[in-house]
């Protein structure tokens, strides 16, 4: 078990926030999530960004950011895209 909230609150007061120059920064649940999942599967940047889009129970895992992104791009491999519902168990597909 991961305890994610204890994690994101030791991570939250050094995490980028938007309003600054160039992209807004993807929410730091998201990117913990996407994190662990380098690690424990030894991908690099660009492979874990071709997962993101082509592996669904990594979607779901990381929540509905990349399920968006994949269902945009066409690689949600899962017909059309709505079964990557949100964290929180609801089902509910990322907004477009």
Same mark, same amino acid.
């Given at each position: 078990?991961?305890?994610?909230?204890?994690?994101?609150?030791?991570?939250?007061?050094?995490?980028?926030?938007?309003?600054?120059?160039?992209?807004?920064?993807?929410?730091?649940?998201?990117?913990?999530?996407?994190?662990?999942?380098?690690?424990?599967?030894? &991908?690099?940047?660009? *492979?874990?960004? %071709?997962?993101?889009?082509?592996?669904?129970?990594? #979607?779901?895992?990381? +929540?509905?950011?990349?399920?968006?992104?994949? &269902?945009?791009?066409? *690689?949600?491999? %899962?017909?059309?895209?709505?079964?990557?519902?949100? #964290?929180?168990?609801? +089902?509910?597909?990322?907004?477009?």
């Amino acid at each position: 078990m991961v305890p994610w909230r204890a994690l994101e609150a030791l991570i939250e007061p050094r995490y980028p926030r938007s309003g600054r120059r160039g992209r807004p920064p993807i929410g730091l649940s998201t990117m913990l999530r996407i994190h662990f999942l380098r690690q424990w599967y030894g &991908y690099s940047d660009p *492979a874990m960004e %071709d997962a993101l889009y082509e592996v669904e129970s990594m #979607r779901r895992f990381e +929540g509905a950011y990349w399920c968006a992104r994949a &269902y945009r791009r066409g *690689a949600h491999g %899962d017909g059309d895209g709505r079964q990557c519902g949100g #964290r929180d168990g609801s +089902g509910e597909f990322a907004a477009r």
